[in-house]
């Protein structure tokens, strides 16, 4: 799917990313699929950790699920960082898991992302920066 989708707009391989969302990449893909997921969320000190830049508007990415197969192509419309205890319900709808709440965003992004900065020997706050990216399906099968 990526080598079709970069070949017909006159990309490189480089310029569309390929990952998959993290916790439950099959579910998360399919609800992009469908629609109901929009934007993502991760942590700023996560990019800067890997020394990946923060995804900007324009960018293609490629959604993996669980086995490593393309499922889409999305194309990120916005991007904004905010304190975690600054994202807004709208966004947390925009996500598009469990009852779409914003109780419910922050209750799972903070065990989320709890894990992930205490894999990298950090700890987490409220404070920490949210990177919160909207998207776009730009291409499926």
């Known amino acids: ?78 991007v904004c960082v905010v304190p975690f205890d600054k994202v807004s319900e709208a966004h947390a709808y925009k996500e598009g898991e469990g009852d779409r709440t914003l109780a419910f965003w922050r209750e799972a992004r903070r065990d989320f992302f709890a894990g992930c900065l205490r894999e990298a020997g950090l700890s987490f706050c409220g404070t920490k920066d949210v990177v919160c990216e909207e998207f776009e399906i730009a291409y499926a099968d």
């Open 1 to 78: 799917m990526r080598e079709i989708f970069c070949k017909k707009n006159h990309l490189d391989g480089e310029k569309c990313e390929a990952w998959a969302f993290g916790g439950n990449p099959d579910k998360l893909a399919e609800l992009v699929l469908r629609g109901v997921k929009t934007v993502t969320s991760s942590l700023r000190v996560l990019y800067e950790l890997e020394h990946e830049p923060l995804p900007k508007q324009g960018d293609y990415s490629v959604i993996l699920d669980s086995r490593g197969d393309a499922r889409c192509v999305i194309k990120t419309a916005k």
